[in-house]
């Protein structure tokens, strides 16, 4: 049973907007502490873009602070990653990831993460 699913991917022109949405099984909403996007290009490792945990903090990358939001729906059980003026360097193959760390760990210790969605494409053209 797939647990994460990421949707939203498209292709878009710099300055635009996206809106990734990460459907959680009841399961995994349960036991997860922590809700995280990542994304990965082909030359780069997969990097943290944002996460929220059940104390209601988040973290986000430098890079995107002040652009991206990362929020959830807990009655419908969906992660949500807005994306405002996007660049050329947003785009990767984003990824929904769970776990039961605090967002304050989440990046550093990502391996430890529990759960991983199939990815969704995000390609932004200048």
């Known amino acids: 049973q797939v647990q994460l699913v990421e949707s939203g991917g498209d292709s878009v022109q710099a300055g635009g907007s996206l809106r990734l949405s990460c459907s959680v099984s009841?399961?995994?909403?349960?036991?997860?502490?922590?809700l995280s996007w990542f994304r990965q290009t082909p030359e780069n490792e997969r990097e943290g873009v944002a996460t929220?945990?059940?104390?209601?903090?988040?973290v986000y990358a430098d890079s995107v602070k002040g652009r991206f939001t990362i929020s959830k729906d807990k009655d419908k059980k969906i992660l949500y990653l807005q994306m405002n003026s996007l660049k050329p360097e947003d785009s990767g193959m984003y990824y929904c990831?769970?776990?039961?760390?605090?967002?304050?760990?989440?990046?550093?210790?990502?391996?430890?993460?529990?759960?991983w969605g199939q990815g969704t494409l995000v390609t932004v053209s200048s």
């Open positions: 990831a769970a776990g039961r760390m605090s967002a304050f760990r989440v990046f550093q210790f990502r391996d430890r993460l529990d759960e």
């Open positions: 009841e399961d995994t909403w349960k036991k997860s502490f922590s």
């Open positions: 929220i945990d059940g104390d209601g903090a988040w």
